[in-house]
């Protein structure tokens, strides 16, 4: 979910010593770079090396495929920028210059104009006057890709002016407020010019047969667009929408079907070309099968149209890519959660008729990532599980994975960086922070990832897609809850997941600071909370803070005039878990659209303005980017006289500008308005 090429030097860098690499590369407006280690590379075998080259080229080649979903204008803006950057010969130290680079190295960052968390465009810093002479200043023949049949750079800056300065203009990526056209309030490109929330809506509603058990996911790989007045889709495949980058995709997947590690990878693989080749979405869900069956392979990987937070109405899927292997010693916890899904799924605190009376094919593992692409990339997730499809779930299981090498990464990188010592209400918590804090966030993405996605089941007739926009905030919440729930349980020490009954308090008490308070550090002064994940934290933090008040269970406290958070009875949190789980299975499978609304815009949605303020000054004290991203490792091949591939070599030396630079010239493969 959420991720190469042959580099310039053959050369690596040795195997860092985690306490001699550098993991911070960048720092710009509210955004850190980081690097993330690829451990235990070298120990893999040179096909498994081969693979794992030519996936990541895979990867990379669908560069600009998400770019164009998330804006049309994006690609547009994206290359001018490049342009003048590479180009530009005026004074490169001047204010405007630094401006512009830091509006770039956000577009990069975004995949687009927009914040890649907020959703908001962001403005640039530098003027409308410098822009045009920027460009004007460079020869009109750097542009030729970019200009449209007949278009003069007039032309093209009048086109981009009120898309890049004007913020009425494309406001916001992904709208999810209430009661509006969420189609038409949304700047992302799944939708064609003109084409209404309600005409999507009836659109898909006459596809979808309530009596199909395995329905495909309608419209999950297309652009539904209004030509002549009428609706149609335009779908991504080969010689359809996006064909040039899909070949250039295929083509490698096709180098990795010849070294796949066994016939199981080379039926994935192959399925998956068929599915780029067609467009098919029955052949998706069967590729989709084949994938979740292959739990023996050690290299693995995402490539496709994957997931619809993007998509306002939940339905439509970015695309992204992940290439990674398992991380076989780490991975021995998510294999005892695995073994004990069943046991996990009949004592979960919902109603017993939404269990899932026998839980199949729950693999979990975590891993390590080796590339990242896509909405995977700059910014990542640091759990998945897939595939999406709820009946391929209910019949074949899921993939859950951690990816422990992106964890490692910001752990890293934030050590003594003061935080905890500003919102952390004593040392108490400090402590239990500082001692437990790595292993039990990644026990709870385990939980989250491997057994909440998976957990529980739809009733007969229920569409998937009932729950509209804030269906993907209560599944989130749904897998979040499933976590925290069992992060108390006594079973988590009996199989040895947490060293003692204490440990789980770590994780409680982050997660209920982080949802009602320091979360607020990513969003701007005045504003609501749209991002469906931060919906989920606040909304489970405040129900269980107004649910638990007459018992004190979370309490707020002032200091010196400052805000805290403390837990005063752990036990009763846990219930209060408990019974809010039940409370948004029941909305799940039941597709009760009023009850998510209503639970999702209660709790999830308004920010305490004032709290928020005092946030973001307390914050601003430390130096601190609220989000980050990432470079990925450089691979190389390294052959012998005879052309022979002897070896792949990774490093690490590669910047963020120079990444983003090479991925542009090397991997730019669709038309600037596809």
């Known amino acids: 979910m959420s991720y190469m090429m042959i580099a310039c030097s053959a050369e690596r860098t040795a195997s860092p010593n985690i306490k001699d690499f550098k993991y911070t590369v960048d720092r710009f407006a509210d955004i850190e770079i980081l690097r993330y280690r690829v451990p235990d590379f070298e120990k893999l075998s040179l096909k498994q090396k081969e693979l794992i080259y030519y996936l990541s080229e895979a990867a990379l080649e669908g560069h600009d495929i998400f770019y164009d979903q998330n804006n049309k204008y994006n690609l547009c803006i994206r290359r001018t920028f490049e342009t003048i950057y590479i180009n530009y010969k005026g004074d490169r130290k001047s204010t405007d210059f630094v401006h512009l680079t830091t509006y770039l190295k956000r577009v990069w960052l975004g995949t687009g104009i927009h914040h890649h968390y907020s959703e908001d465009k962001f403005i640039p810093e530098f003027s409308e006057k410098f822009f045009e002479e920027a460009i004007k200043s460079i020869d009109k023949k750097q542009f030729t890709a970019i200009l449209k049949s007949g278009q003069s750079l007039d032309d093209l800056i009048t086109e981009l002016k009120p898309v890049i300065f004007n913020p009425a203009v494309y406001p916001k990526r992904t709208n999810q407020a209430a009661d509006v056209d969420l189609i038409q309030t949304s700047a992302n490109n799944y939708y064609g010019d003109g084409v209404t929330q309600a005409e999507a809506e009836v659109f898909y509603g006459k596809m979808k047969n309530p009596n199909d058990s395995t329905p495909v996911s309608y419209g999950l790989n297309s652009k539904l667009i209004k030509e002549n007045g009428v609706l149609m889709e335009k779908t991504y495949k080969v010689d359809g929408l996006y064909s040039q980058a899909i070949v250039k995709i295929v083509g490698w997947l096709e180098k990795a079907a010849t070294v796949a590690e066994n016939d199981k990878q080379k039926e994935v693989i192959n399925s998956l070309i068929e599915f780029y080749k067609t467009g098919s979405l029955k052949t998706y869900d069967e590729y989709s099968i084949k994938w979740v069956k292959d739990v023996v392979s050690l290299v693995d990987f995402v490539n496709g149209f994957t997931e619809s937070y993007g998509d306002p109405l939940g339905m439509k899927a970015s695309w992204e890519s992940l290439v990674n292997f398992k991380n076989v010693e780490a991975t021995k916890r998510t294999e005892i959660i695995s073994a004990n899904a069943q046991w996990f799924e009949d004592h979960s605190p919902i109603d017993p008729k939404f269990r899932k009376e026998k839980v199949k094919g729950v693999s979990a593992k975590v891993i390590t990532v080796a590339i990242l692409a896509g909405d995977c990339y700059p910014a990542t997730p640091i759990g998945i599980n897939l595939p999406n499809s709820n009946w391929i779930r209910h019949e074949y299981g899921s993939k859950s994975v951690t990816i422990e090498n992106i964890t490692e990464a910001y752990d890293q990188a934030s050590l003594g960086n003061g935080f905890a010592e500003e919102f952390m209400w004593s040392d108490v918590e400090r402590k239990r922070a500082k001692d437990f804090a790595s292993l039990t966030n990644n026990l709870h993405t385990d939980l989250h990832e491997c057994l909440g996605h998976g957990s529980g089941k739809l009733l007969p007739g229920v569409d998937p897609d009932a729950l509209k926009a804030y269906g993907s905030t209560i599944e989130e919440a749904r897998a979040d809850l499933f976590g925290l729930y069992y992060m108390g349980d006594p079973k988590t020490v009996e199989l040895g997941l947490l060293p003692d009954k204490e440990v789980y308090k770590a994780e409680y008490y982050g997660y209920i600071l982080n949802g009602l308070m320091t979360q607020l550090t990513r969003i701007q002064p005045g504003k609501n909370i749209e991002e469906a994940h931060m919906r989920n934290r606040q909304l489970i933090a405040s129900w269980v803070y107004e649910k638990g008040k ?101 490093s ?21 308005f596809p």
């Not at 690490?652 to 600037?672: F, G, V």
């Open 652 to 672: 690490y030396d590669e910047n963020y500008i120079d990444q983003h630079l090479r991925y542009a010239k090397d991997y730019s493969n669709l038309p600037t």
């Open 550 to 650: 007459n018992a004190n269970v979370i309490e707020i406290k002032k200091r010196e005039g400052e805000t805290f958070v403390l837990i005063n009875d752990f036990k009763k949190l846990r219930i209060l878990f408990g019974q809010l789980l039940a409370e948004i299975q029941h909305i799940k499978s039941t597709g009760d659209f009023a009850g998510g609304k209503k639970l999702v815009e209660t709790y999830g949605v308004q920010v305490d303005q004032k709290l928020h303020v005092e946030v973001l000054d307390r914050f601003k004290k430390l130096n601190l980017a609220p989000y980050r991203g990432f470079v990925n490792p450089v691979y190389s091949l390294l052959k012998d006289e005879s052309g022979n591939i002897t070896d792949v070599k990774v």
